[in-house]
């Protein structure tokens, strides 16, 4: 069985959802991520001395801290940014599909998709709120 700090998330943003998907399509086609998943955010920094606001796409890649280096490498050679921030962190405890081995097989293979006895699948949540 493997330990959860064998497994990790690298951050990462992007000027538009055009980008991430460009970059979460990559990391999953290259196996360096079992998920990435894109979330709209609005980030404050400075850049050249001046305070910035800006609409960006944050990238949540879950991997194995093995494939972190390569991973970053992948990202650095294809990101629109000059200075790309990316950042890892080790997972130090953790319950669901983030946790489940990444050793190679899809997510379906890997077990990402089974749910416990009575749990609802994400379509099934949308129904049951009447949307869907």
């Known amino acids: 069985m493997s330990n959860a700090s064998d497994y990790g998330v690298l951050l990462t943003t992007a000027p538009s959802r055009e ?3 460009k970059i979460a399509k990559l990391l999953i086609d290259e196996k ?3 998920c990435v998943q894109l979330l709209p955010i609005e980030s404050f920094y400075v850049w050249k001395g001046k305070t910035q606001n800006e609409a960006e796409v944050l990238l949540l890649a879950k991997t194995r801290t093995d494939l972190f280096e390569p991973a970053m490498t992948r990202i650095k050679d294809v990101h629109p940014y000059s200075v790309p921030e990316i950042v890892g ?3 130090l405890a953790g319950f ?3 946790c489940h081995p990444l050793s190679g097989r899809d997510r379906h293979e ?3 998709f089974r749910s416990p006895a009575g749990a609802q699948r994400p379509s099934d949540r949308n129904r049951s709120y ?3």
């Open 32 to 34: 360096l991520a079992a």
């Open 89 to 91: 962190t080790q997972f």
């Open 19 to 21: 980008e991430g998907v």
């Open 130 to 132: 009447g949307r869907g």
């Open 96 to 98: 669901g599909r983030s």
């Open 110 to 112: 890997a077990g990402f």
